[in-house]
C-alpha cells in the first residue's frame, strides 16, 4: 500500500476545516497561524515546505518539533494549549505585572502572554462601559464607594 503525502506551499488552499476553506496558507498565517499549526500536529498526511515549517519553528519555539510525515503528534498542540491556559487563569493585574517585570528585565514577552493581556483588558473594559448597562460608577455604587482594580 503507498501513502501519499501532500506538501503544502503558501499559496496551497486550505481545504481540511470549513471555517477556513477556501483560504490559502499564507492568509492563514498571517490572521490565524494556531491552525495551521493544527494541521500540521493533526493531519497525518499534510506537509509543509521549508518556508512554512521555518515560519511556524520561529512563532511557536518553545513548543514545535518536526513531525517525520506521514504522522501525527497530537500531544504537541495540547502543550501549546496547555501553556495558553494558564496564562488564561491569571487576573488582568497578574499578567500587566509579569509583562512590565519582563520588559523591566529587557526580556522577550511571550507572543500568548501579550494575547492573554489583551483578552483580559478588552473584556475588562467593555463590563466597565455603559453599552452594556453597567459603568464604572454603578459599580462603585454597590460596592459602598470602593473602587474596582
Given at each position: 500500500?503507498k501513502?501519499?503525502?501532500?506538501?503544502?506551499t503558501?499559496?496551497s488552499?486550505?481545504?481540511?476545516?470549513?471555517k477556513?476553506?477556501?483560504?490559502?496558507i499564507?492568509?492563514?498565517l498571517e490572521?490565524h497561524?494556531v491552525?495551521v499549526y493544527w494541521?500540521?500536529c493533526?493531519?497525518e498526511k499534510?506537509d509543509?515546505?521549508?518556508e512554512?515549517?521555518?515560519?511556524?519553528?520561529?512563532k511557536y519555539?518553545?513548543?514545535?518539533?518536526?513531525?517525520?510525515k506521514?504522522?501525527?503528534?497530537?500531544?504537541?498542540?495540547?502543550n501549546?494549549?496547555?501553556?495558553?491556559?494558564q496564562?488564561d487563569?491569571?487576573?488582568?493585574?497578574?499578567?500587566k505585572n509579569?509583562i512590565?517585570y519582563?520588559?523591566?528585565k529587557?526580556?522577550?514577552?511571550?507572543?500568548?502572554?501579550?494575547?492573554a493581556f489583551?483578552n483580559?483588558?478588552s473584556?475588562?473594559?467593555t463590563v466597565?462601559t455603559k453599552?452594556?448597562?453597567?459603568?464604572k460608577?454603578s459599580?462603585?455604587?454597590?460596592?459602598?464607594?470602593?473602587?474596582?482594580?
Amino acid at each position: 500500500m503507498k501513502i501519499f503525502k501532500r506538501t503544502l506551499t503558501p499559496k496551497s488552499k486550505w481545504e481540511f476545516s470549513r471555517k477556513y476553506q477556501g483560504y490559502t496558507i499564507q492568509q492563514l498565517l498571517e490572521f490565524h497561524p494556531v491552525t495551521v499549526y493544527w494541521g500540521y500536529c493533526y493531519l497525518e498526511k499534510i506537509d509543509y515546505n521549508e518556508e512554512i515549517l521555518t515560519f511556524l519553528k520561529d512563532k511557536y519555539k518553545d513548543f514545535f518539533v518536526e513531525i517525520k510525515k506521514p504522522n501525527i503528534d497530537k500531544e504537541q498542540f495540547q502543550n501549546l494549549l496547555g501553556a495558553r491556559t494558564q496564562y488564561d487563569k491569571m487576573s488582568y493585574e497578574m499578567l500587566k505585572n509579569k509583562i512590565a517585570y519582563r520588559k523591566i528585565k529587557g526580556l522577550e514577552v511571550n507572543p500568548n502572554l501579550l494575547e492573554a493581556f489583551r483578552n483580559k483588558r478588552s473584556t475588562r473594559i467593555t463590563v466597565l462601559t455603559k453599552k452594556s448597562g453597567i459603568t464604572k460608577g454603578s459599580l462603585q455604587r454597590k460596592n459602598q464607594g470602593h473602587t474596582i482594580k
